[in-house]
């Protein structure tokens, strides 16, 4: 394994999975004012991973840095700190409250990349509130750096990894040389809990901040959204009195059988 | 009155499927496997239909004969491209997408169209941000040609979205679209004329999961486990009863990440889409990201014993019992 390795890896404060979200009165977005937001689980995925090869590494006496990014509002610096108290060693924060669409994301970690010369960006699959399920694989061809994506497993060899993706119907596993691009399925690793220890040293760790317009990028928004809506409502919360009942109704009412 | 007729005029040409936007031109790339076009391209196909333009399909592969003949007679396919390279063999990423990029440069396509399925998740972004444009992910509906529907937040909102790019990239949600069937006639082939790039990664090795059982995605009839199946071996008891009604088995996350079965079987946000004509949870208590794999199933039914489990609020029907005595029961008396 190299001895030296540079990760970086791209974090995104979202709406916590848990919350029950609600489209605003306009029609225009989902609520977001004064709900719970938490760092997007696959990037917590990926924090994890990255400490994880990390460790690894120290073992055998080599080194990896983990450099924790994320592109947003000032508030994205909690999911930064997050990640620091999980074990990343600094962060990066690409400040704009301006709406960040992932082939923006992409250019803005790309400006990142050239700046910082990682081994190997890791990013979550998908963010759980657009679930675009995009922004590594356009990293990956803005940087023209091999992709390895929904990942489940991941072994490191000199200069190489080895990935196992999840695909429709199975697994397959792919080897990629480094620099490349990893994104992480759920079942790659279980994320730690940061200790409060942890999360106090964090809050020293150096954060870095850049905006836009040092890094150069148009992040013009390319989709336009023109309106959000609640989806139609299910009629459920029928309930049968027997097996014989639930195969009549299925048999003769919903005529599914 | 002319307010009316103000707006039936939009609608009247939707219905005629953009006549006038001629100048759509539409790549659907094509995803195969064991010589056989994958189900969820059928689905993206019919989307494709809906710009109103013409179709180009892509099929790319080390001899794909086999697949060229059979989307040469799809319904709506006016044109194959076919590329022909032992690059192509597997469904690596970094080449596939610099052939959609190059094939794109080439024809000069509006529309590139995949399934989101786990090859077009994959492929269709990397081109995207190759050729500068955004991508529109997992459409569930065709408002025009430059307008779509998508869910988002776990499909506990839905988006329309207008793109401005001049090339729209798009994967498909398959559930959404029924399926296209086929053609009276062949639609010539041509070779794409692009040459395969240089690979940056290496295939290694697959494993699929083989089943008699109906394709998940696809299944008009699904029954899924959850948590409260407790282990692998009880899972036998939905595979007897998936086999009585021709149905396909899935799992919600609890069930795949316990180990009780196989991850390719997870329904949800984050796993597979389904939309069956039925649908039956049983032990499954009915979180926000399996509601989002599975809440357009046309009909659902859950079974489980614990009353309050949220699963009921979606159910068309809904049988509080354990499990263990009310799925042997339903199978022997359907």
């Not at chain 1, 609520?31 to 990037?43: L, Q």
Request: proline share 4%.
């Amino acid at each position: 394994m190299s001895s030296n390795l540079r990760i970086l890896v791209a974090c995104k404060r979202v709406v916590d999975y848990a919350v029950k979200i609600r489209v605003n009165a306009a029609g225009t977005a989902v609520e977001t004012a004064n709900v719970k937001h938490s760092m997007n689980p696959f990037d917590e995925i990926g924090t994890e991973q990255a400490i994880q090869i990390k460790e690894a590494l120290a073992k055998s006496k080599g080194n990896a840095e983990v450099i924790v990014v994320s592109c947003g509002p000032t508030k994205s610096q909690e999911t930064l700190r997050t990640a620091l108290a999980m074990g990343a060693d600094r962060a990066i924060h690409v400040e704009t409250n301006d709406e960040l669409q992932p082939l923006a994301v992409a250019k803005l970690l790309k400006a990142v990349v050239e700046k910082e010369k990682p081994d190997m960006v890791i990013l979550g699959k998908q963010a759980i509130d657009d679930d675009s399920n995009q922004t590594g694989q356009m990293l990956a061809g803005l940087l023209n750096w091999p992709q390895a994506t929904f990942a489940s497993k991941v072994e490191l060899s000199e200069k190489a990894m080895t990935v196992t993706r999840e695909v429709d119907g199975g697994v397959e596993t792919v080897k990629t040389p480094l620099p490349a691009i990893l994104t992480t399925d759920l079942r790659l690793n279980v994320p730690r809990y940061a200790s409060l220890p942890n999360i106090m040293k964090a809050k020293k760790k150096p954060l870095a901040k850049f905006t836009v317009a040092d890094l150069a990028v148009d992040i013009k928004p390319r989709i336009e959204i023109l309106k959000v809506s609640e989806p139609p409502k299910r009629q459920g919360g029928k309930l049968v009195e027997s097996v014989d009942d639930l195969v009549d109704k299925l048999k003769n009412e919903a005529k599914v059988l | 009155m002319f307010a009316l007729r103000r707006t039936a005029l939009p609608a009247l040409s939707l219905a005629r499927g953009y006549a006038t936007s001629g100048n759509v031109s539409a790549l659907l790339f094509v995803e195969h496997k064991d010589n056989k076009v994958a189900a969820s391209t059928l689905n993206a196909l019919t989307a494709a239909s809906k710009l109103g333009g013409s179709i180009t399909a892509l099929v790319a592969g080390n001899a794909p004969d086999a697949v060229v003949s059979e989307v040469a007679k799809l319904s709506g396919v006016s044109k194959v491209l076919v590329a022909k390279d032992a690059a192509f063999e597997h469904t690596l990423p970094e080449s596939q997408a610099s052939l959609l990029v190059e094939a794109q440069k080439k024809h000069g396509f509006t529309h590139l169209i995949a399934s989101h399925s786990a090859f077009g998740k994959n492929v269709m972004p990397r081109a995207a941000a190759i050729l500068d444009v955004a991508q529109i992910s997992d459409i569930t509906g065709i408002e025009s040609a430059d307008t779509f529907v998508r869910p988002i937040y776990a499909g506990n909102a839905i988006a329309t979205v207008k793109s401005n790019d001049s090339i729209k990239v798009i994967t498909v949600r398959g559930t959404a679209f029924p399926a296209a069937g086929h053609q009276d006639s062949a639609a010539p082939q041509e070779d794409a004329g692009v040459s395969a790039d240089k690979d940056l990664s290496e295939y290694v090795s697959e494993h699929m999961q083989k089943s008699d059982r109906p394709e998940l995605d696809s299944a008009s009839r699904v029954i899924a486990g959850g948590r409260g199946m407790k282990n692998g071996e009880n899972f036998g008891l939905l595979y007897e009863m998936a086999d009585k009604i021709g149905a396909a088995v899935g799992a919600s996350r609890a069930a795949v990440d316990a180990g009780y079965v196989d991850n390719s079987l997870q329904i949800g946000q984050t796993g597979k889409i389904v939309a069956p004509e039925l649908y039956v949870a049983v032990g499954i208590s009915g979180a926000i990201q399996h509601l989002a794999g599975m809440k357009d199933s046309k009909t659902i039914v859950a079974i489980n014993k614990d009353p309050e489990a949220p699963i009921f609020q979606v159910a068309d029907y809904g049988l509080v019992a354990d499990l263990f005595t009310a799925v042997p029961e339903l199978t022997k008396k359907l």
